[in-house]
């Protein structure tokens, strides 16, 4: 299963963004959506997800500021980013969590998106 994200790009402080990520592949089901984020000099950390009943979860840091949705029939997931601060900086990678099927066999997956640059000026 593959992911593409889309969306990043540079945005003064206050302003919004708008990422989206859509799985390809021989997809059963999606379980789990979310987004992470890896700040230069940072670990990796968890920003949002969505589980299949649209349960969504946030980090403090962007709870109140950043809205995750998904969209099970494009197998898509957005994350609505609103008034955004220059800490927000990062590179957001997508992740889907689920099952895929061939005509032999079902199996799990665990599928990363290529990462996309949000530039946040002050």
């Known amino acids: 299963v593959q992911l593409q994200a889309y969306g990043g790009g540079l945005v003064q402080a206050g302003g919004s963004l708008r990422l989206s990520c859509a799985a390809s592949?021989?997809?059963?089901?999606?379980?789990?959506m979310g987004w992470y984020r890896q700040a230069p000099g940072k670990q990796r950390e968890l920003v949002a997800t969505?589980?299949?009943?649209?349960?969504?979860t946030y980090a403090d840091s962007v709870k109140g500021r950043f809205t995750i949705s998904r969209d099970n029939a494009k197998n898509t997931v957005y994350l609505q980013m609103n008034t955004l601060k220059p800490e927000d900086t990062a590179v957001y990678y997508c992740n889907m969590i689920g099952r895929s099927v061939t005509l032999s066999s079902v199996s799990n997956f665990n599928s990363w998106g290529q990462g996309t640059l949000v530039t946040v000026s002050s």
């Open positions: 592949g021989n997809i059963a089901s999606i379980n789990i």
């Open positions: 969505v589980i299949s009943n649209n349960t969504p």
